[in-house]
């Protein structure tokens, strides 16, 4: 099964005009792009709610887009980290 690398923008809900929010790029495998876009979102969505980010992020669950994807290779896969993300906050 392929390997895809996504570019996700996370936007807290909670706030207008995007002033609070987070990107991050992820990797999942999946028959289709789509298929592990729905994985990468899935994840990020526990991530921000219950997970390991809830405490940080603080919020009503974000609005997740994703920016780009791209296919991947296994070295790729293997060179990066699945997690982290860059905040930004201008209220």
């Known amino acids: 099964m392929p390997f895809y690398r996504f570019m996700i923008h996370g936007r807290d809900v909670g706030c207008s005009n ?6 991050t790029t992820r990797h999942a495998y ?3 792009r789509e298929k592990a876009a729905a994985k990468v979102l899935s994840r990020l969505a526990k991530e921000f709610t219950v ?3 809830a405490a940080i992020w603080g919020s009503e669950p974000p ?5 780009d994807s791209w296919q991947i290779g296994i070295l790729q896969l293997l060179s990066a980290h699945n ?3 860059t905040f930004y906050d201008e209220r």
């Open 18 to 23: 995007d002033v609070r929010g987070f990107y």
């Open 30 to 32: 999946g028959a289709t």
């Open 51 to 53: 997970g390991a980010s």
């Open 63 to 67: 609005s997740l887009t994703i920016d």
């Open 83 to 85: 997690k982290g993300s």
